[in-house]
C-alpha cells in the first residue's frame, strides 16, 4: 500500500489518459460491476466495454473519447489497455487486508461496503469534506486514519485492548494472481 504512488499513465491512439485510482473512481466501479471480480474477468477476457469504462473512471475523460482512443486497430492498443487496468485495479482494491500487519481483526466485508466504510472514515473521523475523500486513493485514506488514530492516542492516551480495530479488506489474491499472469502473457488475444 504506496500513500502516494503515482498516477498510471496510458498512451492510446496518441492521448495520453492519466489514471488515479480514486475513491470516487472505486465506488462507481464497485457499483456498476457489483464486484471487482466481474471487472476482473472483464479486463482478462479482453472486454471493450470494461476496459473503456475503467479508464473512463479512473481518468475523469468522457467514455465517448476513452471509446474512440480504443477504435484503432486492437493489436496496437489493447494489451497497454489491459496492463494500466490491471495496474488501477490492483490499486484500487489494496486495502491493506494481506499485507501481513497486524490488527486486521475485523469482519470480513465486500469491496463496495468497504469502499463505503473508508467514505465514512474519510469524513467523519478524519474530517475530510466530501470531495477529498472522494478524490482520495484507498491506501491516502486508510494511511491517514492511521494517523489520525496515533494523533487521538498521543492525546487522550489508550489502553492497548480499547484500540480501535481496522475492518478486515479480503482480495482474490488467486484471480489477481490470474489476470496479472493473462495480461502478461498476452493470452488475451489482443497481444
Known sequence: MRIAAPDILLELDGRTFSLRPSLGAAIRLAYRY???????????????GVI?????ETSARPLSEVRAALAPPLNRCLFPAIEACVAVITALTDLGGNDGESGNTGTPMSFTDAYQHLFEVACGAIG????????????????AYKGRVELLK????SAEDEAPKAPHFERDEEGFAALRAMSLSGANGGA
Not at 476482473?40 to 479482453?46: C, I, N
Not at 473503456?52 to 473512463?56: E, F, L, P
Not at 475530510?128 to 494511511?143: E, F, G, K, M, R
Not at 498521543?154 to 492516551?157: K, N, R, S, T
Open 52 to 56: 473503456a469504462n475503467v479508464i473512463a
Open 128 to 143: 475530510w469534506t466530501a470531495d477529498a475523500a472522494l478524490s482520495a486513493t484507498p491506501a491516502q485514506i486508510i494511511i
Open 154 to 157: 498521543a492525546i487522550f492516551g
Open 34 to 48: 457489483d464486484s471487482f471480480t466481474h471487472v476482473m474477468k472483464g479486463v482478462a477476457e479482453g472486454r471493450i
